[in-house]
């Protein structure tokens, strides 16, 4: 696979790039950047051959087979389109766009062109979630009863660390959506996964916390009414419940998820949350034996070399980056984490911010 890069920033230089060097199936051959120092910087550090500063140019190679969207959130979508519609295999950051429909189309397009595509649900991937899932396929949980996750930590807990990722111009009268989204996503694509069904109906809350911060755009203290914290509960398609709590003001390590998973013969809860050189950890607890007892992740669940003590930058995107090699030179390997998947968070993120604005139950799929 000869894969080219968009973007050469923090997220390709710990977890992207570190990925595809892991895996001998694939090879960079370029890397863009509109800040072209910046690309060529990149190809002299991964040994890539070719920078440029516009993504036209990458994405116009008819040598290269797969397209990394490595880019700022608001540049996902077109940068996709573009690559999709080039007829390369997709793998973006999430959020794909920041309206489902938008998504879905782009997962349409996708299927005509007969290409795959994967979102960076980073978290899916780490050996310990992979095991809880099969464990779960294994009938350890039972029928899954509840879901609940997290998302949380400390990272802009204080105001002075620059924020990104933030429309500084938006209307500051009313609460943007912010922590739902960015730190959402991930936990919201393992409560499906986990509970085998999907929410159909959602209420939530979304908090301010912090009035002001320093902006990177910017460089300012500025007012800032961004959601620094939320929390929903729902309804899922199989009969069963969940709540999703998200903040980026709350104390604790990166990269700060949980999730537990409660059924009718047993329960497991993962944490991903990096302590004492220790990146992830698998309690569960049987209806037989209740008190929680560690659980070892095999070792099939690690990338080659890989173990628990890695940083989950590179341990999880290594497993991302292979499940997607694997699903493209493999026509047998059934997709995970595609934009379809990413649809369905993406509408569940829509359902929850109107469910907060307007102060009511919303029901899933949202009407058009
Ligand atoms: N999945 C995860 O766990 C996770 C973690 C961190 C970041 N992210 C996501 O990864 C993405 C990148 O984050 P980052 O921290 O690396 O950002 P960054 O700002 O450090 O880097 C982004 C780079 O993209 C470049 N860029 C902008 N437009 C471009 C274009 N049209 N073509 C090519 N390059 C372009 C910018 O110049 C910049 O160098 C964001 O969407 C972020 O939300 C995901």
Redesign the pocket.
Known sequence: MRVGV???????EFAHIPGYKRDQRCEVVAI????LE?AQAFAERFGIPQAYAS?ETLIARDDIDLVDV????A??FA?SWAALEAGKHVLC??PVAYDYADTRRAAEKAGQMGVRTKL?F?FRYSPAMQYMKDLIDQGYVGTPFIFNGYEQNSQWLNPQTPL??VDHEADQSSIQVSSLE?YGAPIMDLAHLFMGSRFTEVVGTMKNFIPERVVRATGTMMRMNIDDGDVFIGNFANGGFGTIQTSFVTVGNYPGLEARVYGSKGALICRLVEENGICESLKGATAEQVEFRDLEVPARFYPPGGSKEESWRSLFYANLISSFISEIVDDGVVSQGHFEDGAHVQELINAVELSCRERRWVSIPLSP
């Not at 968009?6 to 390709?12: E, I, P, R």
């Not at 863009?32 to 800040?35: C, F, I, L, R």
Request: hydrophobic share 30%.
């Open positions: 968009l973007g050469a920033g923090a997220w390709a863009a950047d509109p800040v910046r993504h490595c880019t700022p959130s540049t996902h940068l950051e999430k960076g980073t990104r990722q960015g």
